[in-house]
């Protein structure tokens, strides 16, 4: 396709968002909840088209992971346009006032949120992330341009054509969220030095496309960063709740960035946990991959080398190491951890409060599952992402981490 159908897309996401900026909670709400009757109305319609994609995948033979994340059945669709509603009972951030003051001279200063405007996405096999950012992107006011990747490119037609029809059946327009899929990787590209066009761009992904995108584009990133997600059992951790927490962080759904790729256990909690441990992992079909010391204490663990320590496994596979001390434990996190979420299981106010304070993650938790790391569990109805980094926004990100502000100034007739 030409570039002029290309920055076409991108124009008309823009000006519909102009008009989005202004609309009313209650025309939003509208309109998302015309989103999720459209997704729950045309169930077959998108499982159909999720199943070429699928076809697709294993053809290709892109790994269970992936496909896991690619699926798009009856129960998670109606997931996703319960996720819709949602978004509609969560306060509208567009207008709340931040902080203001009155200067000594009368003039009125109000700083108030604001959308940012047009909010681009580029994700691969994602499908849900279509609806999700497109959901908070209306509530939050913003335009959004998708690039879902080829691996779910009839499933992302199929949600972005229903998303489209439902905002045009309402007073918004449904210019304001659009698809670049067609224009392939060279759209992507694109998308990324489409300054003027996009104000924000967020990958989710790979650490490869993360990378990519973070170190290639022109336009400004929040990065959304990979899962190499830690869980530390302590020498005071309760034996049930050491079970129960690393059985639930790995297993749970082993293919998301919340799953724990990582099990730490202290040497004075070794002895009586880790075998008890290990069976319950291996009775849940993971591969364990563990250093001298926890192969000698534990049977069906494979030996563990460097890349294991960094490997983000998508999959039912696990480091497993022992440590002497809680600070050898935060060494470890420290060297190996890619800032997403870290948990601590443990008794010990002390060891909690500094892991707590230590651990430099997004999300940092004691005696919680990892997989609480999500935006619909934090109560924000979706995320866009969990953003790793420490500007702007940190951990899952909702309808506020999709505004930016501006201040107001209400005079009288000062001059300075």
């Given at each position: 396709m030409s570039s002029d159908a290309f920055l076409d897309k991108l124009s008309r996401a823009r000006s519909a968002s102009r008009s989005l900026a202004t609309a009313t909670t209650a025309q939003k709400n509208v309109a998302l909840a015309a989103i999720a009757d459209a997704i729950e109305g045309a169930i077959p319609q998108i499982v159909a088209a999720n199943e070429l994609d699928l076809a697709r995948g294993r053809e290709q033979q892109i790994g269970d992971g992936l496909l896991d994340r690619l699926l798009l059945d009856e129960a998670r669709l109606i997931g996703l346009a319960n996720s819709v509603r949602d978004v509609m009972g969560i306060p509208d951030p567009v207008g709340e006032i931040v902080r203001g003051s009155t200067l000594a001279n009368g003039v009125q200063l109000t700083q108030v949120r604001v959308p940012f405007g047009v909010v681009g996405a580029i994700y691969e096999a994602r499908p849900n992330v279509t609806v999700d950012i497109a959901a908070l992107a209306l509530k939050s006011g913003n335009g959004a341009v998708l690039r879902g990747g080829s691996a779910a490119e009839n499933s992302n037609r199929v949600l972005v054509e229903l998303i489209q029809r439902a905002i045009s059946s309402t007073d918004l327009n449904g210019d304001v969220v659009q698809t670049i899929d067609e224009f392939g990787r060279e759209g992507?590209?694109?998308?990324?030095?489409?300054?003027?066009?996009?104000?924000?761009?967020?990958?989710?992904?790979?650490?490869?496309?993360?990378?990519?995108v973070v170190q290639e584009s022109t336009v400004p990133v929040i990065e959304t960063g990979s899962g190499l997600v830690h869980v530390y059992v302590d020498a005071s951790a309760d034996d049930q709740k050491a079970l129960e927490i690393v059985k639930n962080s790995k297993t749970h759904r082993p293919s998301v960035c919340n799953a724990a790729e990582t099990l730490l256990v202290h040497r004075d909690a070794a002895d009586r946990l880790l075998p008890k441990l290990a069976t319950v992992l291996l009775d849940e079909n993971v591969s364990l991959y563990g250093d001298d010391k926890s192969r000698a204490l534990a049977s069906g663990l494979s030996e563990a080398n460097e890349e294991v320590w960094s490997t983000e496994h998508h999959a039912l596979e696990m480091g497993v190491k022992i440590v002497e001390s809680l600070d050898e434990a935060l060494e470890h996190i420290e060297r190996y951890s890619t800032r997403h979420t870290e948990s601590i299981v443990t008794e010990n106010y002390e060891n909690a409060q500094r892991f707590l304070a230590e651990v430099d993650s997004a999300v940092v938790m004691v005696n919680a599952s990892t997989r609480f790391t999500d935006g619909g569990e934090f109560g924000f109805g979706a995320e866009v992402g969990i953003s790793t980094q420490k500007l702007h926004a940190r951990g899952p990100m909702g309808l506020p981490e999709l505004t930016s502000t501006k201040w107001l100034v209400r005079g009288s007739g000062q001059i300075r």
């Open positions: 992507a590209a694109r998308l990324m030095r489409a300054r003027g066009y996009i104000d924000v761009l967020i990958p989710r992904g790979s650490a490869g496309l993360i990378s990519t």
